[in-house]
């Protein structure tokens, strides 16, 4: 199964990124499978989400997941730490001493006229007082924190900083390989790139391990027959024919709990393709769902919906509906306005209307058969409301 470009159709951001083929660092252009924002909230990012990766060089393509970048995280400095006498230390932090290794900082005594004494706890959980030889400088690099090699460099992200404790040497991640033993690309302070391989005793599962587990877990599934599972690099790759969005969900909650998968890429077809947006907004008004001022997209069996709503539970009523629907991903992008009052409500077997006021205006919503019938409901939300802020979003489905 190949991972085709045009999976990606989304622009994200570049990066410099080691080439395996160019054999040095290139810029990548990096694409997403949908829209993500790297300057809204990194939380809202989310992880193990495959990034279409491609060097500007020689057009090289490889699979990295959004978590793989330390940039896309919200809390970089988690689990690194700071190298003793390279940054200002202080309570709570964890730090690479040359002599004590990896420790937690208990507390520091700056005492005036002296240097600073630091209370320090190993990991054998014994306090260790220590006193500064050097006051570490306060510098533009006093807050910098780095990932030890090879003791905590098992979960290395792109981006993050590296200290070699053999070396003594620091730099930054600029790649990850997943084929066969793990490994990392680190270019140096000194401007060597160096391929660093996790220690040998540490278990990852291989590409062959990933897939039956993957198979094993998808046994049951009525469309098992048809579903193809591929690994490489420890991302799945899925190909499968499925008849809706609630097989959808089921199949991608079950390849998401794969232990030691990076992220998979999902080729998913439908057994069904005649749906258009007028027949999903006619369903979710048979089912009682009628969002004000609502819009409705579908392209390649992707629904985006977009709308308002006063009743709190109206979006997990919304994906219920979209489960037997022939889709394969739902958006929504739906904001509860609690402002919203129902002033009419004309249900009948050929079209539908309902008004309401948002704000200060009144909204029409719903169906009706020609354009005709929709000019007439801008009279019964006047007569109804007594109001000419009167927005029509009636759609003409014959």
Known sequence: ???????????????????????????????????????????????????????????????????????????????????????????????????????????VNRISGSLPQIMLRNQNKEKIEIQLDIMPPCNKDSNVFYRIFPQNAANARIGDQIYHTETKLAGKVAGLEFNGEQAIFVKFEDGNIVRCCFEKDNHYLTDKVLEQNAKWRCRDLPYSHNLQIVSRAKVLYVKCIVANFAAVCELSKIIASIPQARCSIMHVFLEKENISPNDVYKELIRKGICLCNSYIE????????????????????????????????ANLNVRMRSDIKTVKTINASDHFIKIRRKGRNVHIDGWVKNEKEKKRANFKAFFSTFSFRIKNHLLVIS
Do not use: R
């Not at 990124?17 to 694409?31: E, H, R, T, V």
């Not at 990295?64 to 809390?75: D, V």
């Not at 219920?320 to 629907?325: G, P, R, T």
């Open 1 to 107: 199964m190949s991972s085709d470009a045009l999976l990606f159709p989304t622009f994200f951001f570049d990066s410099e990124l080691f080439c395996a083929n160019c054999n040095q660092i290139k810029n990548f252009k990096i694409f997403s499978q949908e829209k993500y924002d790297k300057n809204y909230g990194k939380g809202d990012i989310p992880p193990n989400k495959p990034l279409f990766c491609k060097c500007e060089g020689c057009g090289n393509a490889v699979i990295y997941a959004t978590n793989e970048f330390a940039e896309l995280q919200e809390e970089p400095t988690l689990e690194l730490c700071k190298i003793w006498g390279m940054a200002i230390l202080e309570a709570g932090d964890t730090v690479f001493h040359p002599t004590e290794g990896l420790c937690f900082v208990e507390g």
């Open 298 to 329: 579908l392209k390649n069996h992707e629904i985006y919906i977009m709308g308002f709503y006063s009743v709190k539970d109206t979006p997990k009523e919304i994906y219920k509906v979209l489960q037997k629907l022939p889709i394969k991903k």
